[in-house]
C-alpha cells in the first residue's frame, strides 16, 4: 500500500467530466478542469499535483494526443499517476500506457459532468483516488463502482458502462 506522504499524481485530459454546457450554444465543451475543487469538496489531505495535458472530447483525441499523454506519464516523477479521460476512447489510451514499467495508472471519467449534482464523477474520482494507492503497478480503468485491468475491459454503449471482455 502507498505511504501516506506519496503524492499522486493527476492528469487531465478532458471528456465529459470536465465538460460545462453553453446555453447561447446549447452545447456541450469540454471547459477548464474542476478536479482539485472535487479535492477540496472531499477535504483530501493526501499531496496530489494536476496537470492539464490536453482538453478535450476523448473522440477528438488522436495518436499524437495518447503519445503525449504516455510521455507525460514516463517522465513524472510520481509513481502513482491518475488520468481524468472521455470514456469513449479510453480503452485506446490505456493501449498506448501499457508499456511503461513501474507505474500504478488508473484512468477515469464521467458519464455525466463534475459541474452537474448527479454526476458520477465525484464517486468515480474517489474510487480511482483509492484504486491508484493499493492497485499493483499497471494499467486499471475505473468507473461506476468497479476496477478493470485496462486490458480486459471495454465500454458497452448500450449499457452505458464499462464491462470486462471475455477471454
Known sequence: ???????????????????????????????ETVMAKLFDIARVK???????????????????DRALIRDR?????????????GTDTMTETAKFLSAIPGKTVVLVGALAPARFGESDAS????????TVQVAAPGVYI??????F???????DRVKGAFVPTRD
Open 1 to 31: 500500500m502507498l505511504s501516506p506522504e506519496t503524492p499522486i499524481l493527476v492528469l487531465t485530459t478532458g471528456g465529459t467530466i470536465d465538460k460545462i454546457y453553453f446555453d447561447a450554444l446549447s452545447d456541450y465543451q469540454v471547459g
Open 46 to 64: 493526501r499531496p496530489f499535483r494536476i496537470e492539464e495535458v490536453v482538453r478535450k472530447d476523448s473522440l477528438e483525441l488522436d495518436d499524437a
Open 73 to 85: 506519464v514516463a517522465a513524472a516523477p510520481e509513481s502513482h499517476v491518475i488520468i481524468t479521460h
Open 123 to 130: 464517486f468515480n474520482l474517489g474510487m480511482a483516488f483509492a
Open 142 to 147: 475505473t468507473m461506476s463502482g468497479s476496477v
Open 149 to 155: 485491468n485496462a486490458g480486459k475491459v471495454v465500454k
